[in-house]
């Protein structure tokens, strides 16, 4: 069964620090999404991106962050100087389309910033 | 006042109980995801409803969309074990996949 993959599953670093995640598509879904669930904490919308632009973000997705998908496979969410605040467990999701029916997430890639 | 709100928060069920959890959206739906997380694990997708009066079923665990109340609500028939976990809904308040979640309802099952 296809899935979303994403690495990695676990990153500790300083504040401050630049901290990269990773996530690998479902191979023909074509709009990407990362979520992050702060622990004890909803699930929260952060960021869309379809056709190689983000097309919704939320308001927790400030200047300190960035997505890109460089390589046309690795769909990526950069935080430039982690804060303590950004300890939390990032979800990649993908969909093959809009009102699909589907939309699958990763495993997740829990940050620990010290 | 909360977009997306489920209940109960948490149930404690015995082992071929039947339960149901429900979630309840005050703003119009353009679809209604269910999953299910296992403690610091990622979501496992378990359906999605679109249409009012929908209803899905996948082996013992059935989805109802009430398009009108803006309500959905999970239904697990003979509870076993293994259906313990964190059952999130989600739902598509803007015809996007940007899913607003609900708090979850954290779901034991007793042998």
């Known amino acids: 069964e296809p899935e979303v993959t994403q690495t990695p599953s676990h990153q500790v670093t300083q504040m401050g620090q630049e901290v990269i995640l990773r996530c690998v598509p479902i191979?023909?879904?074509?709009?990407f999404y990362w979520y992050r669930q702060i622990l004890g904490q909803k699930v929260e919308f952060l960021v869309s991106f379809y056709n190689n632009e983000i097309s919704e973000k939320s308001e927790i997705f400030d200047d300190q962050f960035s997505v890109e998908r460089p390589d046309g496979s690795n769909f990526t969410l950069k935080i430039r100087s982690t804060k303590l605040e950004d300890s939390a467990m990032y979800f990649c999701a993908t969909a093959r389309g809009l009102n699909t029916g589907e939309l699958f997430f990763g495993e997740g890639s829990r940050l620990t910033v010290l | 006042s909360q977009e997306l709100e489920q209940s109960p928060q948490s149930l404690i069920v015995q082992e071929g109980k039947n339960l149901t959890i429900n979630c309840t959206s005050s703003k119009t739906l353009y679809g209604l995801y269910w999953y299910k997380q296992k403690y610091g694990e990622g979501l496992i997708f378990l359906m999605m409803l679109q249409k009012g009066g929908e209803e899905k079923s996948h082996e013992k665990i059935t989805a109802k969309l009430d398009e009108k109340k803006q309500q959905s609500s999970l239904h697990i028939t003979a509870s076993q074990p293994s259906h313990a976990g964190i059952y999130l809904c989600g739902a598509d308040l803007n015809a996007g996949n940007m899913l607003t979640f609900g708090g979850g309802t954290r779901l034991m099952v007793k042998p």
């Open positions: 191979s023909n879904h074509l709009y």
